[in-house]
């Protein structure tokens, strides 16, 4: 039975259709680029619930994790991005005080590295203008902005599918810890 | 336990606040990068999370777009300035000169 599964790659190759850096005769149309923002986020959002499940269940089979997969809420993802971004300075509030304690702790070693701001940095960007994209009529997505969201996404993915450090892991850890097992 | 994300009211960011960070962003020195203007506003995500939106008009890219890293590294030092005025999350639009039309505050 043939199988079309969802991939980072294919995602990121139809954004760049749509948008393309040398655009010919012509260029495509605001809502094309709406579309290529769109379409990169959801490149970011599957490499991210991919990784998150091959954490969690490295050992099970394809057909299993993609069905974990299914559980994973981009707002689960948000959540979690955004308690980096917090504890980074970079976005205003700040995590529980548990979850402050966990990642960044006032003795030892802080749990948040590169890669990980890296990650949780180009979800929140791309998860704001993917909301923009679809949602938002006065939204402007210009071509060179367009082309930048489409890079960020090629880079955040590249990231989330190396990233192999402790902080990464507990990363992925805490996104499917946010998830929710849906009865049916 | 809820997250202590702060709550934004319109009324409680006042406008000077807002033409503070305005003036801000459009001095920001982010190698790469050459702010000409800036609008800051107020919004509102779908799930109901402020949001303040940033639109800056820029000298046109070398080639198709901006470095990733040039443009991630201004989000967060916009980002890390928005939070120190206690304003909510920055979400930044890039606008090259030659597009400037289709800002009506950019509009030549």
Partial sequence: ?184 | MTSAAPVYALEMVDKATLENFRRYATNVNVPGLTVHKATVALGERLDGDRVTRVTLLLDDPPGDTWGVSAVRQLRQVLGRRATELGLPPVSLTLVPKSEANTVEAFAL
């Fill in chain 1, 1 to 184: 039975m043939p199988s079309y599964p969802i991939e980072p790659e294919k995602l990121l190759e139809v954004a760049e259709r749509l948008a393309p850096a040398q655009p010919g005769r012509g260029r495509p149309s605001y809502t094309a680029h709406r579309r290529a923002v769109s379409t990169a986020y959801y490149a970011v959002f599957h490499a991210l619930t991919d990784r998150v499940a091959k954490v969690v269940f490295g050992e099970a089979d394809q057909a299993f994790r993609q069905k974990v997969q299914r559980w994973i809420g981009h707002g689960n993802i948000r959540t979690v991005a955004l308690w980096v971004s917090q504890l980074q300075g970079d976005s205003s509030g700040s995590p529980p005080p548990h979850i402050a304690e966990l990642l960044g702790p006032i003795e030892g070693a802080a749990q948040i590295d590169e890669a990980t701001i890296a990650m949780a940095d180009g979800f929140l960007e791309l998860n704001e203008k993917r909301e923009e994209a679809d949602y938002d009529h006065e939204a402007i997505f210009t071509r060179p902005d367009t082309r930048g969201h489409i890079a960020l996404a090629r880079d955040v993915v590249s990231t989330i599918e190396q990233a192999d450090s402790d902080s990464a892991k507990r990363f992925f850890g805490l996104i499917a810890m946010q998830s929710k097992i849906q009865t049916r």
